[in-house]
């Protein structure tokens, strides 16, 4: 359990950080680009305003910025090409401004646009705009190629920093998750050695105290005073041995002793005793175990399992009422499902509580059932020491059905 929660921990505090860098460096390159193109498409709506030349001199329409340097025009790289839309002839290529670039390759470019018909965009590395003089259009082209290329070093480099950081961030909650969570741990591993401890301190006055009612039994014959106490000192006990048993479980250096058996046979085994009870009780109880199913795991703790579910079932089950085991093989996974039919309205939202320690679905914890609200907690140890799965559905709130799946 302490493994789960430190790994659980180590998790969620990785996707909080993860989406954080995710949220800042995916902005700062979203505006880094944006920049980019709002500065192209400026320059670019001076070139248009001036048919394709920056202006020359202070004032008149298309005057630079004064916040942008009059070095500007002389530092951009840029080309145009008119053409008539009407004859679909070449008026004007201008290309002075550019040395990369030739005349072919400009009219090529700007019949690649207008075939797409985009007013502007980026074509390879430069950023263009279409401008109607007329019945003619002038493309204007502007490199773009330093700018995007600082662009991309920005972005390359901002995640490689962003996965050094993940790295050295995830060392660090590795560490750091130790020194928070021993605090629990330590509070867990008293609570596991206190149920342990008692239940054994338990165990002695209690064996002293059914020793004690069998010698008064025999002096003073029956008695339903002492049956009374017998019955209750036999359910103190099996609530500390159930106790003691689902401490050892979640203790993770009790690993269990995993071997190849049958489980076919053992599922069958167990289900043979208590067909009879059901019988006795006035109940329907139907087995669909599909033969030859093995099962890499401990036979002693599936047995138990499997004792605990159809007790479970035999309990809450009314007079009538009907109970199904199925066993069957998917790949990779074998399925157990237990299905009884109850009494009593089962709330679906319930059902998330269902395998905490000491609940029961019956508010009144009504003692003639026999429970104490522990045997799906040992259930879902059990499972959870195979690597399994455990859930509970109910379809119309009158029935339970408990599906466990185990890795073949």
């Known amino acids: 359990m302490i493994k789960k929660l430190q790994r659980k921990f180590i998790i969620v505090s990785m996707a909080v950080f993860i989406a954080v860098l995710t949220i800042i460096i995916t902005g700062i390159n979203v505006a880094n680009y944006m920049k980019v193109v709002h500065e192209a498409d400026e320059l670019l709506e001076i070139l248009s305003k001036n048919k394709g030349v920056f202006p020359i001199g202070p004032g008149g329409r298309g005057q630079l910025p004064p916040r942008m340097s009059p070095e500007v025009p002389y530092e951009t790289r840029f080309f145009s090409v008119v053409i008539n839309q009407e004859t679909n002839r070449i008026v004007q290529v201008e290309t002075g ?182 019988q006795a009780q006035n109940k329907e109880f139907e087995c669909k175990i599909q033969p030859m199913v093995s099962l890499k795991g401990n036979e002693k703790s599936i047995r138990h399992l499997v004792e605990i579910l159809l007790d479970n079932a035999l309990k809450y089950s009314p007079e009538k009422g009907r109970i199904s085991l199925n066993v069957h093989k998917h790949p990779g996974a074998v399925v157990l499902s237990v299905y009884n039919t109850t009494e009593n309205l089962i709330p679906k939202e319930s059902l998330s509580r269902i395998f905490e320690r000491f609940y029961r679905l019956d508010p009144s914890r009504n003692s003639q059932t026999g429970g104490h609200g522990i045997g799906l907690s040992i259930a879902q140890a059990i499972v959870s020491a195979h690597n399994g799965r455990i859930h509970c559905t109910t379809d119309d709130g009158h029935s339970l059905l408990v599906t466990v799946t185990l890795p073949a």
Request: proline share 2%.
């Open 97 to 278: 401004k550019i040395v990369s670039v030739n005349r072919d390759d400009a009219i090529a470019f700007a019949r690649q646009i207008l075939k797409n018909n985009r007013e502007k965009g980026f074509i390879k590395a430069f950023r263009f705009r279409l401008q109607k003089e007329g019945s003619n259009v002038r493309v204007i082209f502007l490199d773009c190629g330093r700018r995007l290329d600082a662009f991309r070093s920005f972005l390359f480099a901002s995640i490689a920093i962003c996965f050094i950081s993940l790295i050295l961030v995830f060392a660090l909650i590795v560490f750091f998750s130790n020194k928070v969570i021993r605090p629990i741990s330590e509070s867990y591993e008293k609570q596991k050695r206190f149920i342990t401890d008692a239940g054994h301190e338990l165990k002695t006055p209690l064996t002293v105290i059914n020793a004690d009612l069998d010698v008064l039994e025999m002096e003073l014959g029956e008695n339903e005073w002492l049956d009374d106490i017998k019955k209750h000192v036999k359910r103190l006990a099996e609530l500390t041995n159930d106790l003691i048993f689902l401490a050892r479980m979640e203790e993770s250096e009790n690993k269990l002793q995993m071997v190849e058996f049958p489980f076919s046979d053992v599922v069958s085994e167990t289900a043979s005793s208590f067909q009879a009870l059901a």
